[in-house]
């Protein structure tokens, strides 16, 4: 497990071994495995924000994007 994002709104935690990221919406408290084509959709579209664009806002927005409708929310025990 390795953070490869983290932002006041979002983190992005990388599982090499299930090849697949989780995100995490902090404000929402909700969060989304993702995997597959999905995870290296995420990663295609992130790398094809323009280098000098790719920002915080930029990222968090794309983010909003994956978790909308299908993040699920995260219980604590």
Known sequence: MNVVYN?????????PV???F?????????????R??????LR???????????DEESIDSLLDEYCVGAARPIAYH
């Open 18 to 20: 299930h090849q697949g």
């Open 36 to 41: 597959g084509s999905v995870a290296l959709g």
């Open 44 to 54: 295609d579209a992130i790398d094809r924000i323009p280098f000098e664009d790719r």
């Open 22 to 34: 989780e995100l995490v919406d902090k404000v929402g408290s909700r969060s989304l495995f993702v």
């Open 7 to 15: 932002s006041e709104n979002y983190a992005i935690v990388a599982y």
